[in-house]
């Protein structure tokens, strides 16, 4: 099966202007989580979207937010960006036997 | 509120030699327990998790882990590293039954492996 598609590889963005990240989950998988990985704050848990509905957010800012279509399919906007919201950004789908998958992320950099 | 902590925020190993990867955590309950490798500029790839059952869990690539319930722990371990191993490795938590939260990782550790 396919796993965890995410979109655009690499995204270069201007201060202020917003941008949008895609993720496809694996066929079946109805949660979507998003996680930032900026340079020496690890991990952190952005937003996690279920059959539509988001369900838990992070400790993050409203200007990020996002959605999940019907298809599962989940995208995660930055609106004003800041230079520290330069990050790889990771998308994972849930299943209950094999757990959490993640995709190869989409690198945001902003100028 | 749950937590993990990876002592070893870097480690040098010879190739061949064995490894061990320290992972403690502080949850409300045993959660279910995961090891994630990262490649540079790259996503995470499972390497085992543990749900129930046998506190000993197998993984690709030749690691194991071992839950210990008193220790609070699930340390990662191979016994022969291999130059492809050179890494970072994250150790994550996650909530047992229904609802899919979020999973609560370690800061990592970068593994270094020398030939």
């Known amino acids: 099966e396919a796993g965890v598609t995410q979109s655009p590889t690499h995204l270069i963005k201007t201060r202020g202007q917003q941008a949008t990240l895609r993720c496809s989950p694996i066929?079946?998988?109805?949660?979507v989580y998003w996680y930032q990985q900026a340079l020496g704050l690890g991990l952190q848990f952005l937003l996690w979207?279920?059959?539509?509905?988001?369900?838990n957010r992070g400790n993050f800012p409203p200007r990020f937010s996002g959605r999940q279509f019907p298809n599962y399919s989940s995208e995660l906007n930055v609106n004003a960006l800041e230079l520290e919201d330069s990050a790889l950004y990771l998308c994972?789908?849930?299943?209950?036997?094999?757990?959490?998958?993640f995709g190869s992320g989409t690198r945001l950099t902003v100028v | 509120a749950q937590s993990v902590t990876q002592p070893d925020i870097h480690i040098t190993v010879s190739e061949g030699a064995s490894l061990e990867l320290r992972c403690n955590y502080s949850?409300?309950?045993?959660?279910?327990l995961f090891w994630y490798v990262q490649s540079p500029g790259q996503g995470l790839q499972l390497l085992l998790k543990?749900?129930?059952?046998?506190?000993l869990v197998q993984g690709i690539k030749g690691f194991e882990a071992e839950f210990k319930r008193s220790q609070s722990s699930f340390n990662l371990r191979k016994p022969s590293v291999h130059w492809s191993d050179a890494a970072e490795y994250f150790c994550?938590?996650?909530?047992?039954?229904?609802?899919?939260?979020?999973?609560?990782f370690g800061t990592g550790t970068q593994l270094k492996v020398e030939l």
């Open positions: 979207y279920d059959e539509g509905e988001e369900r």
């Open positions: 994972a789908s849930r299943s209950t036997y094999y757990g959490y998958t």
């Open positions: 949850y409300g309950a045993t959660p279910y």
């Open positions: 066929s079946g998988h109805t949660s």
């Open positions: 543990y749900f129930s059952g046998d506190t």
């Open positions: 994550a938590v996650g909530p047992r039954g229904g609802g899919g939260n979020k999973l609560t």
